[in-house]
């Protein structure tokens, strides 16, 4: 089973609508990464979270990390088409030698002008 | 400051063939990493360096991919001989203190492998 589920898997709005991802972890939750990716491309780092209940905003887009609930949710307010792409979390779990980041699938957002 | 540069951006070979990828680093970053991306679904870790050794490779089909970085900087990935189900895309990374001191993980534009 995944470790990381995203939902929704994929979404489509109209421009100017609010929209909210959310990623839940199978494992406790040390720390979580949001990346967007757009179709070619790699990952863009947007945030790290790491405290339960912080809450982190960069222009549009705030994430919070509820490590109780063992999630996480990304809210972008007044979409534009430049907030299309992929959105994949990623939380650090204790792997072979380190740390490594495991992703969810992403979600696949499209904004309609 | 430049980013994770990755060469080539695309490559298509046949199976059984062999192919490599490289990577150079954002400068002074002791972390590189290497995923494995399929279409559809997250990156996939196959191998963590630090500085020019080895951290974590346990998900690296070592049967017939393999991976260096010698003097601690660039970094190559090989595969031999490729296989139908390698066809993804392989991103590389770099972090300046690495997941376990807080940091955050930088990503190349990645290269997008078909094997036919």
């Known amino acids: 089973s995944q470790e990381l589920e995203q939902s929704p898997q994929s979404l489509i709005v109209q421009e100017g609508k609010n929209l909210t991802i959310n990623c839940t972890s199978s494992?406790?939750?040390?720390?979580l990464y949001w990346y967007k990716q757009k179709y070619g491309e790699g990952l863009i780092f947007l945030m790290m979270?790491?405290?339960?209940?912080e809450e982190k905003s960069h222009e549009k887009i705030t994430a919070k990390l509820d490590e109780k609930k063992q999630q996480s949710s990304l809210h972008i307010t007044a979409s534009q088409p430049s907030h299309a792409g992929i959105y994949l979390c990623g939380a650090p779990y204790s792997g072979a030698g380190s740390y490594q980041l495991t992703f969810g699938k992403g979600t696949k957002l499209s904004v309609i002008p | 400051e430049a980013g994770v540069a990755q060469s080539p951006r695309y490559k298509i070979i046949e199976k059984r063939q062999s192919v490599a990828f490289w990577c150079n680093p954002i400068?002074?970053?002791?972390?590189l990493y290497w995923y494995q991306q399929i279409l559809g679904q997250g990156p996939k870790l196959l191998i963590q360096f630090q500085n020019n050794g080895v951290v974590d490779d346990s998900q690296l089909p070592k049967d017939r991919f393999s991976a260096e970085r010698l003097k601690g900087v660039d970094s190559t990935l090989k595969i031999q001989p490729a296989k139908l189900e390698d066809s993804a895309v392989y991103l590389c990374?770099?972090?300046?203190?690495?997941?376990?001191?807080?940091?955050?993980?930088?990503f190349g534009p990645g290269t997008r492998l078909l094997v036919l």
């Open positions: 990374a770099s972090s300046l203190r690495g997941l376990a001191g807080g940091g955050e993980e930088y």
């Open positions: 494992k406790t939750l040390y720390g």
């Open positions: 400068s002074g970053h002791a972390t």
């Open positions: 979270l790491q405290k339960g209940g």
